[in-house]
């Protein structure tokens, strides 16, 4: 039997009325909406994309969104000025800096990019001070994937108390928030990765199980345990023939997509596991355009919470 697919576009659509009157009540109270601003360094064609959707989604809801570019040649130092000067402008409630950041400026360029962003900005939930207080479960700001992810849960009904997850991929972005939300919701977690020992026997004892791994089609129908909730965080541009024909047939909807264009964003977990999953949140069309309406939320949150102290 095929799995139950998972609406990410319809959850996204839902959160995002949901915080269109937030949105509208803080600029008839405040004068202003709430601000966000993008930084983007270089132009890696990805994050073009990416930081395009965020701002064409933040000016639909109502916030204003102002893109900070610098070359991609840019010095750290150069980043570190955009990034004080938006921490110190009163009109922006959050700063989100794009990544990956260009290679030249450092292998923990990024690590201290975002330890150098104000913790009541930090709409994307990096700081460590907020990821401390996800750890004690009484976070505002959580990473905006893993936040999605238990969005389409929860409004799809999926039952996490009491169930096991597993989670594949250890990331401070991806894997290890998501693992702190399942366990706050009182699942019994299990994180992989690279080094897990018997990983598919491992992951097949998971009543849900989310990959973030970055592996096109890694996960496969022996890893998932017959009824089990699949979802797939996973996206990785696709170039190569041989991968798109080992995913999907001739004749699939994927296969036609990827004639037409030269190139497809793959998820980690492969086509067939939809025949064994109870549930499947795919890709495309699952947990990406969450990640965006969870940014909406939280500069909204980040912009009431700042308001009121
Ligand atoms: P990352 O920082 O590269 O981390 C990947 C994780 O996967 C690591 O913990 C790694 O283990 C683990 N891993 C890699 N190969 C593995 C294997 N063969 N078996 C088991 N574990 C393995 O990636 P990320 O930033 O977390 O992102 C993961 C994926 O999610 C990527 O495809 C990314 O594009 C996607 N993503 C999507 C969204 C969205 O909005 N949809 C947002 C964020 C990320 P080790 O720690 O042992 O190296």
Redesign the pocket.
């Known amino acids: 039997m095929a799995a139950r697919l998972l609406d990410g576009v319809s959850v996204a659509t839902a959160i995002r009325a949901e915080v269109a009157p937030g949105v509208a009540g803080f600029t008839s109270k405040r004068g202003r909406p709430p601000g966000l601003g993008i930084v983007l360094v270089g132009n890696d064609p990805a994050s073009e994309v990416y930081v395009a959707s965020k701002l064409k989604s933040a000016g639909e809801a109502g916030l204003r969104a102002d893109l900070h570019r610098l070359p991609a040649a840019a010095s750290l130092a150069d980043l570190m000025a955009i990034v004080d000067q938006l921490n110190e402008n009163d009109a922006c409630d959050g700063i989100l800096v794009q990544s990956p950041l260009p290679e030249a400026m450092g292998v923990d360029a990024e690590r201290r990019v975002f330890d150098a962003v104000r913790a009541d900005k930090d709409v994307d939930g990096f700081h460590p001070i907020n990821v401390g207080r996800l750890v004690q479960n009484r976070a505002t700001l959580v990473a905006?994937?893993p936040s999605?992810v238990i969005e389409l849960l929860e409004r799809s009904q999926i039952p996490i108390a009491g169930k096991r997850a597993a989670v594949?991929?250890?990331?401070?972005?991806?894997?290890k928030p998501m693992a702190l939300l399942l366990l706050h919701r009182h699942a019994t977690v299990t994180v992989?990765?690279?080094?897990?020992a018997n990983?598919a026997h491992v992951v097949s004892d998971a009543d849900i199980v989310v990959a973030?791994?970055?592996?096109p089609g890694?996960v496969t129908r022996d890893f998932i345990k017959p009824g089990a909730v699949v979802v797939d965080?996973?996206?990785?541009p696709v170039s190569d023939r041989a991968t798109i024909e080992r995913l999907f047939p001739p004749g699939s909807k994927r296969r036609e997509a990827f004639e037409r264009r030269g190139q497809l964003v793959v998820g980690?977990v492969h086509p067939d596991v939809a025949e064994v999953a109870g549930a499947l949140s795919p890709?495309p069309g699952g947990?990406?355009p969450?990640?965006i309406a969870l940014l909406l939320k939280n500069t909204l949150l980040a912009a009431q919470a700042r308001a009121s102290v």
């Open positions: 905006c994937t999605g594949i991929g250890r990331s401070d972005i991806v894997g992989c990765h690279s080094r897990t990983l973030a791994i970055g592996r890694f965080v996973g996206t990785t980690d890709v947990v990406g969450l990640t």
